[in-house]
């Protein structure tokens, strides 16, 4: 019965016949003991009780005893002698019921398992502290541990070896205090307080000194272990002896010391006679490093220039389109109102692109008498938008101002990068002043000569530099900005300018009021150019021409098709430079030829001396996103600039019909 009792409780059993085949039986993977009363009642329990009393510090077997008397003293005198000898007993009297056996059977296994539990983290424990004490002594570490209560010290024979104790010696508190070298002891207690106070970790260096009187390092650290109120209860860490790595840094110290010295003699020795070759090695450094900011910029520049051309061509497509459209959409309002926005935004992104071209050029600057004050009061719009609305833009003109002797486009450049240094110098926003002024310079100095200048001043209230920063502000690559924010090009680009225009650019800056920047440029008599603007008769751009179009990019070729059969032309279009001269050559009648000059294979400026060379009287327009053609590439042709509106397409084709017919010019009035 017991067996299935025991079958029901989850478990499987071993049955022992008598005593001694019971005692032989148990070890600590048995889970519970079943015994009746009558079996140890005459039996010898001295095996059981030995093997009792030597189980692990994890283990209590328990023991259920199945009794006739109970379990009390009063009625069963044995049991107490059971109790003794067993334990962990619990008696059951019979009869009983089978759930009873059960529910002490289930007891007792849950008990056990417990037992099993803190049998697998003592072994944890002890494995943990096996390779503690492993790690310990392979790192050379002693260890030791400080109750804050009694200010008690344990520590483990290397600790008491790394402050020159032996193993049986006595190592407290005030000895780890005393042995502590006295210009180091303040600091040790310092650290101590703080990581009391705080619970940070406790982690300093210092030197000791040994009972024999011989100074050592020292490098403890340690930990601050708290109860579960958060008081704290003991500091537990480790000590190393670091009086070999001090010494050798200490010998190495005083070794590079002797080394500084002897290379400061033998330095002073060979400045002297060597002085004219390092000075030629920093003239070439300097030729190589002003070599290398050339490639740069000129790499830079012609990157721009790519862009801007190809973004050119897609604005040349959008324009195109957008003007056809809006003679589709005629007498509808709000149509009409969004194209002509959408007009707007292409024609500004045209201008745009005409400046990166006009900075990726590489030939001479294209100087001229320049009004400074119209130039400036033209740029309002770009400059408003180009600092946002948080920034505030004031003007300073005189009434009466000479014109400067500049290069327009390059001047707005640099006016509208000065504006946008400007801008992001007062993120919070602020006042941006823009200044002209006429100055005379009364003989010639570091950066100007004796004459006039027209000094275009830009100041903010912004961020502002320091003397440090300001010093190499006009430095090529130096910036200010956080990474992916600027070039550094910007000021070197204006100081450049300043420099070629036989001007300067100075800076003036504080430190949380904000900078100055003026470009001094020359003054001169001459006025500005009045351009000329001409019209041709009218009855000309109704007559139907046949034009052959070439254009290697098909929405450009498109879009000028449209434009020109909108005109009443006859179109035919070629996409590259080969395809037009075959048609030119197969006799093909064209009135004009316009032509792409950038394509792949053939140039616009050789298939027009090509096609010269077959139809010398062909009216030829090229067209052309860039300002100036590359050297080499000088044509005597009509240019249409990209991007172009159907209006210009149209009077570019009318003059060059009037300058191969020797068609009269009038100037419009």
């Known amino acids: 019965m017991a067996i299935s009792l025991v079958q029901e409780a989850g478990l499987t059993s071993v049955t022992a016949p008598d005593l001694p085949m019971f005692s032989a039986l148990l070890d600590d993977d048995i889970a519970l003991c079943v015994l009746t009363e009558e079996a140890v009642r005459w039996g010898d329990l001295k095996p059981i009780a030995a093997w009792v009393s030597t189980q692990p510090s994890w283990s209590d077997l328990p023991f259920i005893v199945l009794t006739t008397r109970g379990g009390g003293p ?21 009869p009983f019921h089978a759930t009873s056996f059960v529910s002490i059977a289930r007891t007792a296994l849950k008990g056990r398992l417990r037992q099993y539990e803190a049998r697998s983290q003592l072994d944890a424990l002890s494995e943990g502290e096996r390779r503690l004490q492993t790690a310990l002594a392979a ?18 024979d290397t600790c008491k070896a790394i402050f020159g104790r032996g193993p049986d010696e006595e190592f407290s508190y005030d000895d780890l205090m005393a042995s502590i070298h006295p210009d180091d002891r303040g600091l040790v207690e310092t650290s101590l307080n703080r990581t009391l106070d705080t619970g940070c970790d406790y982690s300093i260096e210092h030197r000791t000194i040994w009972p024999d009187g011989s100074p050592h390092w020292a490098e403890v650290r340690a930990q601050l272990h708290t109860d579960r109120y958060g008081s704290a209860k003991k500091l537990v860490g480790v000590s190393s002896d670091t009086t070999a790595r001090k010494t050798s840094e200490e010998n190495l110290r005083r070794l590079n010391e002797r080394l500084e010295e002897r290379v400061r003699e033998r330095t002073s020795e060979v400045h002297a006679a060597h002085q004219s070759l390092l000075e030629e090695v920093a003239q070439r450094e300097k030729a190589e490093e002003q070599l290398r900011h050339s490639q740069k910029m000129e790499a830079i520049g012609q990157l ?35 194209v002509e926005g959408a007009l707007q935004g292409a024609r500004r992104g045209a201008a745009l692109t005409q400046r990166l071209l006009a900075f990726a050029r590489r030939q001479d600057l294209q100087v001229k008498p320049v009004d400074l004050t119209e130039l400036v009061s033209g740029m309002h719009d770009l400059l408003r938008r180009s600092v946002g609305s948080s920034v505030s833009i004031e003007t300073v003109f005189p ?16 006016l509208l990068n000065l504006a946008v240094n400007a801008r992001d110098a007062m993120p919070e ?11 005379q310079v009364l003989r010639s100095g ?6 006039t200048y027209l000094v275009l001043g830009v100041t903010d209230n912004g961020t502002g530099m320091d003397a440090q920063t300001l010093k190499k502000a006009i430095d090529p690559f130096f910036s200010t900005k956080e990474l992916g924010k600027g070039t550094g090009l910007g000021l070197s680009m204006i100081h450049g300018l300043a420099v070629q225009l036989n001007g300067a650019l100075r800076l003036t800056s504080e430190l949380g009021v904000g900078t100055t920047a003026e470009l001094w440029l020359p003054a001169t008599e001459r006025r500005p150019e009045e351009p000329i603007e001409t019209e041709l008769p009218l009855a000309q751009a109704a007559s139907k021409l046949k034009i052959l179009l070439v254009d290697d990019d098909t929405l450009i070729a498109m879009s000028s098709v449209e434009m020109l059969e909108d005109l009443g032309h006859e179109v035919v279009e070629a996409n590259s430079g080969a395809q037009a001269l075959e048609l030119v050559r197969n006799g093909g009648h064209f009135d004009v030829m316009i032509t792409d000059y950038s394509m792949p294979g053939m140039t616009g400026a050789q298939l027009a001396q090509a096609v010269r060379a077959i139809r010398p009287a062909l009216p030829i327009v090229l067209a052309t996103g860039y300002a100036d053609l590359p050297a080499g590439a000088e044509v005597d042709l009509p240019r249409l600039a990209k991007p172009y509106n159907q209006a210009q397409l149209a009077k570019e084709i009318l003059k060059a019909l009037a300058s191969e017919t020797d068609l009269p010019l009038k100037s419009a009035s």
Do not use: Y
């Open 304 to 338: 721009t220039g790519g862009v801007a051309h190809d973004f050119n061509n897609l604005l040349m497509v959008v324009l195109g389109n957008l003007e056809l459209l809006g003679k589709h959409v005629t007498g509808d309002r709000k149509a009409t109102r969004l």
């Open 74 to 94: 009063e009625r069963n005198p044995s049991a107490a002698r059971l109790s003794e000898v067993l334990g962990n007993v619990t008696f059951l009297e019979r």
């Open 429 to 439: 926003g602020g006042a941006l002043s823009i200044s002209l002024r006429e100055e």
């Open 399 to 414: 009434p009466s101002l000479p014109p400067a002797l500049v290069d327009a486009n390059q001047v707005e450049l640099a």
């Open 139 to 156: 790192g050379r570490l002693g260890a030791w541990e400080l109750e804050l209560s009694s200010m008690r010290l344990f520590a483990s």
């Open 446 to 451: 570091r950066d100007l000569d004796a004459g």
